[in-house]
């Protein structure tokens, strides 16, 4: 798609990823993660215990297969996945928590495009319901655009989507999110930046636009734009 060719009819809905998509890939893997990485043994020390905290470990636990791992143990186990960027939902709802000091205490902003976040107040604006579906757990998505750099954005969104519907790459998770917003899958449009969840949201019936918004990302075969502002319907 070049910038100037509308997309056919306006959606009904817009659900959106957030890295690489409404924010930087570097505020996610140089801020948030560090930040999470930094804290987490000592704030597991400190809030292994409240229930909310300690069911998530558990589920980390089972995901591990060691039922049995201390504290101590799931501190290192929890550090090597923030390492790889893995999308465990335990993992994600625990640096959510984590991330919550760090946003309170104003040691960081959520990272949002200027251009995302003018876009979404204008689609908002013109009454299409705004969804977020990120690996990132809902506390730690209302958190980033409740304290982003463009202001409290959390107002404009209908809903969100994290891994407790299911993995950005299936089918099936898409299928969800349509079923719950209650639209058909063509009046829908998902926005990510990665090729693998757009042919996941498409398999599904959704209708896609992939963000480039660095060099090198790898491109698929779905409509493309470098910036929200690019983006236009009939
Ligand atoms: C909700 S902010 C943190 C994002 C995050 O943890 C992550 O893994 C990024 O996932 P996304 O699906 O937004 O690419
Ligand atoms: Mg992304």
Redesign the pocket.
């Known amino acids: 798609m070049s910038p100037d060719q509308p997309l056919a009819l306006e959606p009904r809905a817009i659900v959106t990823?957030?890295?690489?998509t409404t924010g930087s890939i570097h505020f996610?893997h140089q801020v948030?993660f560090p930040y999470a990485r930094r804290h987490l043994a000592a704030w597991l020390e400190l809030n292994a215990a409240q229930p909310a905290v300690a069911e998530q470990l558990e589920l980390a636990r089972l995901e591990a297969g060691e039922p049995e791992a201390s504290v101590a143990r799931l501190g290192e186990l929890l550090g090597g996945w923030i390492d790889q960027?893995r999308?465990s939902t335990p993992l994600?709802a625990l640096?959510g928590m984590i991330w919550e000091r760090g946003y309170l205490e104003g040691d960081f902003k959520g990272h949002v495009y200027m251009d995302a976040a003018e876009r979404l107040r204008t689609w908002h604006g013109r009454g299409i319901g705004l969804y977020v579906y990120?690996?990132?757990?809902i506390h730690?998505?209302k958190l980033?655009f409740g304290h982003s750099e463009a202001g409290d954005l959390t107002g404009l969104f209908s809903g969100y989507f994290d891994t407790t519907t299911g993995p950005?790459r299936e089918a099936e998770s898409y299928r969800a999110i349509q079923r719950d917003i209650g639209a058909p899958g063509g009046e829908i449009l998902f926005l990510s930046d990665?090729v693998e969840e757009l042919d996941a949201a498409r398999e599904a019936g959704l209708r896609t636009v992939q963000l480039v918004r660095e060099p090198g990302m790898r491109v698929g075969d779905h409509p493309c734009v470098e910036r929200f502002d690019q983006i236009s319907f009939d």
């Open positions: 990823d957030i890295e690489g996610v948030l960027d999308k994600k640096q990120s690996s990132g757990s730690a998505q980033l950005k990665v």
